[in-house]
């Protein structure tokens, strides 16, 4: 499966199976709550035996997953969507802890099952897949019972939203991608474990997560850990997740990777979004809503301690971006319009997508904050990747380390208090060139004159005129505006920040104009 396909498929499917029952399903045909998931044999379990186990598989050679029956896979999309976990059926369901897991079929996209355990004390016990655990609406045939069969992935509960009703805040399905919301939050961007060759033209290698294992913790815990075995052609490795959900949910992330082979281009922390158009690049689509994305920024906190801004773009043609630093404090894509007349979308609810900010554990040192973007014509596609790349490649044989958090959030937990970029535009001018139109939003320190400030405006080449600044009424912030010239140029870099008496006042806005 290639990239368009795979991600594709991720997304509808999170957007189908997400929080909130499915619109336009037929009647159930059968399924019970008698069919609660049984577990298997206990198992000794330690993170030490997990690391030495997926140190034992790095070498050897890769083996393909084994996959579910074929009548599995030869589902429609229609008829997987109508096999639906029973919620009766969820783990941990009649006990008082907070957490309940419940378990996605295998098939279609999913054609190979995921094995996953829960832990209790130093002990794991296996999660038997069971047909019975599921409803099936009409819509999808009789279908074999095999002991290939397993699930495809899981979500968990929680009572995030109201204290009386858990609602899913995470789901991991499909390679080694993740999703996950804060309170208030709709499912939109997804995490993964480790993006390899990400826009090479030899193609991606996605990872898988292949086993998981889950310590649900005790009754009045606020937190749940996921272990996740990672496999691939190129590298093993594993990922513990501490997750706790809340208003903005967090994740402490600790890996441990074993490559195969050289990884030249390994993407650590990766985040995967979507970006289709907003008042940068509105003329490309005949579409009734003002704007289309997940994410409409990377925004980055370098370790010189400069915080960026760099909007993004949908080209035409596939382009990456990287932002060379030494110990990066933080990074992420951020959704920063968070009203529905911005998007004027009652379905999709963009104005409630999170955002993801990564925040380093350790001194990951020198490498760059990549961001990938591919050209999309429709919203179904996730189109922009960012990562960090380290500058030195992995090596077979070595063990390598990453520990982060990653915050599921609304705005990113910065340490300065920067006014913050909210909104670009661009058009032509009239009088030839084009115009760029920046929104600030409100800052504690914001003059009442003006003439005190500087906007300093730059091009990687060709003119650009000095910024104009002005008072948006409808923000309560500061507008820049300023002019340049593209000439007979197909690409220009564009960077503008507003300074106070010397020092910055404004995030650094930076731009990729493309023809």
Known sequence: MNRRNLLTSIAALCASLGVGPLRGQAAWADGAASGAVKLGTSTPFSRDLLIDQVRKLSGQAYKKPPQVPQDWIDLNYDQYRGINFNRESALWRETQRPFELEFFAPGLYFPSPIMVSVVEGNEARPVLFSKRAFNFSQAVPPLSDSD????????????????????????????????????????????????????????????????????????????????????????????????????????????????????????????????????????????????????????IENGAGETLWRQLANPTNLQTSSFVDNAPRGFGLMQRPRKLSDYADLEANYHKRPGLWVIPGEDWGRGAVTLVEIPADREIYDNIVAYWRPRTPLQPGTEYRYSYKLVWCDQAPLSGKLARVINTRMGKRFEGGRLASIDYAPVENMPDDLSRLMVHTSSNFGPVSQGIVQRNPATGGLRVAFNFDTGNRNLMELRSQLMLDGKPLSEVWLYRWTA
């Open 148 to 299: 290939a069969l397993g699930y495809s992935g899981f979500r968990i509960r929680a009572p995030i939203n109201r204290p009386d009703r858990k609602d899913e805040f995470v789901v991991f399905q499909g390679a080694s991608y993740f999703r996950c919301v804060g309170r208030g939050h709709a499912y939109g961007m997804s995490a993964r474990g480790l993006a390899l060759n990400t826009g090479e033209p030899e193609g991606e290698e996605f990872p898988d997560f292949r086993s998981f294992w889950i310590e649900g913790g005790d009754e009045g815990t606020q937190s749940i850990t996921v272990h996740a075995l990672l496999d691939s052609p190129s590298v093993a490795g594993l990922y513990t997740f501490e997750i706790t959900p809340g208003a903005t949910t967090q994740m402490n992330v600790e890996s441990v990777l074993f490559p195969r082979t050289e990884l030249p281009h390994v993407g650590i922390a990766a985040e995967t979004s979507m970006f289709l158009f907003d008042e940068t690049n509105r003329n490309r689509f005949d579409d009734f809503r003002p704007a289309v994305h997940d994410s409409d920024g990377l925004l």
